[in-house]
């Protein structure tokens, strides 16, 4: 539901604009106000659910506040409201990241070892398809809509954005499912509630090498080149190719319908080699040719968008655990936050 909902915006993005009356600059806020809360929040989010709420409750609670935001941010669009629907997302941020903290703490809970590298890349594969799905069905979900009310307008926009809101039930609903089945395993096989294992310590911050800071510089440049371009990715390919729409929509989710099956095999692979710097090199140089060729080219864009995804997926496999290399084991938690 979480990775679903957060692409919302860019899925119906020509819809967001006409209907709300709002610029480009005005609907990548839609996408800042969600990242705001997740500055802080991602650097706590172990910390809340090793030490306040425990990894049950916290999921719970984490997946209330994707549903919240999620019906505020329709509501918004539903009474014509733009600033209501950045209130809605920043309570769906809040919730957001901290809740992929909770999913990863089930995942060293309930698994260990290698296990672990085909559960993260199945989790990976299956918050790409959600996200695959939402970019090639909420456009269609918007003219059902506008079809059965005889119109098209803010009014529109929020049922179809209520409507995929109930992927979030469906999350919150498995978060639920969850709790009951680890405290249930807790009292059988006399096991603890899983903890993330990341104890905050802001002093660790002075103690991080060069390498693990460069490492920090590649994944915000990177994902810069990401999913910002992703977020305006159906317009651009509209007015410079001229693509229908839902071409465009089908074209713009490329990189997460690539990334789903390929995680877990580049991570396989990754594994295997060795070599990460390699292997990020590569997805860095691959990304940089593709987005000359969509800037500065009127080649097939599909050319393109696929060579995006193949290095998306490389780079996340390769880059993640690179972190583990360079910091010890006490530190990771901070590191990890940052």
Same mark, same amino acid.
């Given at each position: 539901? +979480?990775?679903?909902?957060?692409?919302?915006?860019?899925?119906?993005?020509?819809?967001?604009?006409?209907?709300?009356?709002?610029?480009?600059?005005?609907?990548?806020?839609?996408?800042?106000?969600?990242?705001?809360?997740?500055?802080?929040?991602?650097?706590?989010?172990?910390?809340?659910?090793?030490?306040?709420?425990?990894?049950?409750?916290?999921?719970?609670?984490?997946?209330?506040?994707?549903?919240?935001?999620?019906?505020?941010?329709?509501?918004?669009?539903?009474?014509?409201?733009?600033?209501?629907?950045?209130?809605?997302?920043?309570?769906?941020?809040?919730?957001?990241?901290?809740?992929?903290?909770?999913?990863?703490?089930?995942?060293?809970?309930?698994?260990?070892?290698? !296990?672990?590298?085909?559960?993260?890349?199945?989790?990976?594969?299956?918050?790409?398809?959600?996200?695959?799905?939402?970019?090639?069905?909420?456009?269609?979900?918007?003219?059902?809509?506008?079809?059965?009310?005889?119109? +098209?307008?803010?009014?529109?926009?929020?049922?179809?954005?209520?409507?995929?809101?109930?992927?979030?039930?469906?999350?919150?609903?498995?978060?639920?499912?969850?709790?009951?089945?680890?405290?249930?395993?807790?009292?059988?096989?006399?096991?603890?509630?899983?903890?993330?294992?990341?104890?905050?310590?802001?002093?660790?911050?002075?103690?991080?090498?060069?390498?693990?800071?460069?490492?920090?510089?590649?994944?915000?440049?990177?994902?810069?080149?990401?999913?910002?371009?992703?977020?305006?990715?159906?317009?651009?390919?509209?007015?410079?190719?001229?693509?229908?729409?839902? !071409?465009?929509?089908?074209?713009?989710?490329?990189?997460?319908?690539?990334?789903?099956?390929?995680?877990?095999?580049?991570?396989?692979?990754?594994?295997?080699?060795?070599?990460?710097?390699?292997?990020?090199?590569?997805?860095?140089?691959?990304?940089?040719?593709?987005?000359?060729?969509?800037?500065?080219?009127?080649?097939?864009?599909?050319?393109?968008?696929?060579?995006?995804?193949?290095?998306? +997926?490389?780079?996340?496999?390769?880059?993640?655990?690179?972190?583990?290399?360079?910091?010890?084991?006490?530190?990771?938690?901070?590191?990890?936050?940052?």
């Amino acid at each position: 539901g +979480s990775y679903f909902c957060y692409d919302n915006p860019a899925a119906l993005q020509t819809q967001v604009q006409r209907d709300m009356k709002v610029n480009t600059a005005q609907f990548m806020a839609l996408y800042a106000w969600y990242s705001w809360p997740n500055v802080v929040l991602c650097f706590f989010g172990g910390f809340l659910i090793d030490r306040v709420f425990g990894i049950r409750l916290g999921t719970v609670i984490f997946s209330i506040f994707v549903c919240v935001g999620q019906v505020v941010f329709a509501l918004g669009a539903l009474f014509n409201t733009f600033w209501l629907m950045e209130v809605g997302r920043f309570i769906f941020g809040i919730g957001g990241e901290s809740l992929a903290v909770a999913q990863n703490t089930y995942a060293v809970s309930w698994f260990k070892g290698k !296990e672990l590298n085909l559960v993260f890349g199945l989790q990976l594969s299956m918050a790409r398809i959600g996200s695959t799905v939402n970019m090639n069905i909420m456009g269609w979900i918007y003219s059902r809509v506008q079809h059965l009310l005889g119109y +098209s307008g803010p009014s529109t926009l929020g049922l179809a954005l209520l409507i995929g809101g109930v992927t979030c039930l469906f999350s919150l609903s498995c978060a639920l499912i969850l709790a009951y089945l680890d405290r249930r395993a807790e009292k059988l096989l006399c096991k603890e509630q899983g903890k993330t294992g990341e104890v905050i310590k802001l002093t660790d911050v002075k103690d991080f090498s060069l390498s693990l800071w460069l490492i920090f510089v590649i994944c915000v440049c990177y994902y810069a080149a990401i999913f910002p371009f992703i977020g305006l990715g159906k317009v651009f390919f509209i007015e410079k190719f001229r693509f229908s729409p839902q !071409e465009a929509s089908a074209i713009n989710s490329i990189v997460y319908i690539i990334s789903a099956p390929m995680s877990p095999v580049f991570g396989l692979l990754v594994d295997k080699v060795g070599k990460n710097i390699i292997w990020v090199l590569c997805a860095v140089l691959t990304t940089l040719a593709s987005h000359i060729m969509l800037a500065f080219t009127f080649w097939n864009p599909w050319i393109a968008m696929s060579l995006l995804g193949v290095a998306y +997926s490389l780079l996340a496999c390769a880059l993640w655990p690179m972190v583990a290399f360079v910091v010890p084991e006490h530190q990771l938690g901070t590191a990890y936050g940052l």
